[in-house]
């Protein structure tokens, strides 16, 4: 039986949760804006890359490129009926995340 002390505890354990995934995400922004201003959320300023130049960025195969856009772990962009591109801020952002 879960007691009110035990609701209490997890309410507590899920807004340090969710506190702590905000101030990471924070960081994982300003280390990119200080690692490279050009990468701020300037939307008209996206840089596509292709999967090559995503699994190159990676340092992975282009098959790995696959396999994370499967697991919705990188989101792919279409230029054209057939030509996947990815946005590189998203990439650096996951090379930044994977490290934990």
Known sequence: MITNQDQA??????????????????????????????????????IFLTK???????????????ILTNKGKLKKRYIGPSSPRFVKKEIIKYMFRRKK
Not at 20 to 42: F, H, R
Not at 52 to 66: G, H, P, T, V
């Open 9 to 46: 505890t997890a309410r507590k354990f899920l807004e340090t949760a969710t506190c702590l995934g905000k101030l990471s995400q924070t960081a994982v922004d300003e280390i990119l804006n200080s690692v490279n201003p050009e990468l701020k959320d300037n939307s008209d300023e996206q």
């Open 52 to 66: 090559k130049e995503a699994a190159k960025l990676l340092n992975c195969s282009i098959r790995q490129i696959d």
